[in-house]
């Protein structure tokens, strides 16, 4: 309103705008109703506006965090005093800019209760908020060390995420399936109705994958940007968890007499050529004691075969 005769763009100095209002301020109540409801309007829109619009500077934003962060404390602690309501407030910066420390607020019994239920302190879960809230939930997941640990992990959130989606699919009795990566389509979309969505690399097994690839699923598994999802049924109310039958493709040769297979039927005869060719009698094996009378009786069997 005071800038309204002014050019687009250009705002009265301080000074200027206290001179109007103290020259205003006496004919305010000379004003229609109407004209001062509107004032009245736009001045409570602004000032809710003023504190909920983000800060222009992060001295701002600190400024605004610590003030605001005190007075709740006050509130709570008053109404833990009054109420015995037992309650944990923990504040973090969501920017990595900003350089807020981790605020908790709570009481004794509630500080020993995350100590034995989530084997934290207090101190430890807002410095994990604080990751997760800068780096979202990479920030909490342990990466990697190596290639094939990072293959590995990939392999097993893929199976872990589909488990859960089939829990999903079939809450009465999830079957137990293996993530398929060669018959992707057949074994896991068409059979089951699900899918990976986000999965913008060839469906691949991620030990065929270069690790570029297998970095990127990776990221894309922690942060849910790759995930599991139902496939929606199609406009028909066909349920698409049904595999399609596919059928055999018809030999071109379907109707005509076929010989016996030329290459098994040779090579079957080549063999049984071979090992008929190459059959020997069998030598039996003499004792020591039987030399000499082996010897004795081929000779005599030589004289009657001469007679």
């Known amino acids: 309103m005071l800038e309204k005769k002014l ?3 250009s705002k009265k100095r301080l000074q200027e705008i206290k001179e109007i209002i103290s020259r205003e301020r006496r004919n305010y109540k000379t004003r229609p109703a109407d004209e001062q409801a509107k004032w009245w309007a736009e001045y409570e829109a602004d000032k809710e506006s003023a504190s909920r ?3 222009v500077n992060r001295k701002g934003e600190q400024q605004d965090a610590a003030s ?3 007075r709740a404390s006050v509130e709570l602690d008053t109404l833990f005093t009054r109420t015995g309501v037992r309650l944990l407030l923990i504040a973090c910066r969501s920017d990595i800019l900003f350089t807020m420390p981790p605020y908790i607020f709570c009481d004794e019994g509630t500080e020993k209760f995350v100590n034995v239920a989530l084997g934290k302190t207090t101190d ?4 994990a908020l604080e990751m997760w809230t800068i780096h979202g939930p990479s920030g909490l997941a342990t990466a990697p060390t190596n290639a094939k640990q990072l293959i590995n992990e990939v392999r097993s959130l893929v199976q872990a995420k589909l488990d859960d989606i089939l829990a999903t699919r079939y809450p009465a009795e999830p079957p137990s399936v293996t993530m398929n990566y060669k018959s992707y389509d057949a074994a896991i979309v068409a059979t089951h109705g699900v899918r990976l969505v986000g999965w913008d690399v060839p469906m691949k097994n991620p030990g065929q994958l270069g690790m570029d690839n297998v970095r990127k699923m990776y990221n894309g598994l922690i942060n849910q940007t790759v995930k599991w999802e139902i496939v929606p049924p199609p406009a028909d109310g066909e349920d698409p968890g049904v ?13 005509k007499p076929r010989g016996p297979n030329i290459r098994t039927t040779g090579k079957a005869a080549a063999t049984k050529e071979k090992g008929k060719g190459s059959s020997k009698p069998k030598r039996k094996r003499r004792k020591k004691g039987e030399d000499a009378d082996d010897s004795s009786e081929e000779e005599d069997s030589g004289e009657d075969s001469d007679e």
């Open 243 to 255: 595999a399609p039958s596919r059928k055999r493709q018809r030999r071109c040769d379907a109707d």
């Open 53 to 55: 619009d983000k800060r």
């Open 124 to 127: 430890q879960l807002a410095r």
């Open 68 to 70: 605001t962060l005190k």
């Open 7 to 9: 050019p687009d763009g």
